[in-house]
């Protein structure tokens, strides 16, 4: 009984520092974010100043938010970016659905050699095609298109769906 009881303080332990490790590691990735937030609400001088210190009154300041809206045409950017990442998305989960479900209920001749294929685009970095594949837009007329990324993106993602 009292080995028993042991083994579950073990495991309670064990867990206990499992997931103050994790804790840890959350707080050291995190910290940068933090710090970037908090510093784009303060003034230049303050971020040189006092870089850790939270926005006081006499270091607030909203000027960093205020260029990125004037001068960069954020609003553009941002959605350029979501209808780039929620089509690729919606495209790389349909297509990769279809090929997995085709992969894995139908036996046909040369089925367990495509699956190698496919799973062949995880272990090849696409930066090795990147000079192909920028040839390959400039001759579809794709550079500089919301179309052509959207393609790059469904052509880096597949492999891993």
Request: hydrophobic share 55%; proline share 4%; net charge positive.
């Amino acid at each position: 009984m009292t080995h028993r009881r042991l083994d579950r303080s073990g495991l309670y332990l064990q867990k206990i520092a499992v997931h103050a490790a994790l804790l840890i590691y959350t707080i050291i990735a995190l910290f940068p974010v933090v710090l970037v937030v908090i510093n784009s609400l303060k003034s230049r001088r303050a971020i040189f100043s006092s870089p850790y210190s939270l926005p006081s009154e006499e270091t607030f300041d909203l000027v960093g938010y205020e260029t990125v809206m004037d001068r960069a045409n954020f609003g553009n950017y941002f959605i350029n970016s979501v209808i780039v990442t929620v089509g690729a998305l919606a495209l790389i989960l349909l297509i990769g659905t279809m090929a997995a479900h085709a992969l894995a209920e139908y036996q046909f001749p040369g089925n367990g050699i495509l699956g190698l294929y496919l799973s062949l685009g995880i272990m090849i970095p696409i930066r090795l095609g990147t000079v192909s594949l920028l040839r390959m837009m400039v001759s579809l007329n794709l550079t500089d298109t919301l179309i052509g990324l959207i393609l790059v993106y469904i052509a880096q993602g597949l492999p891993l769906a």
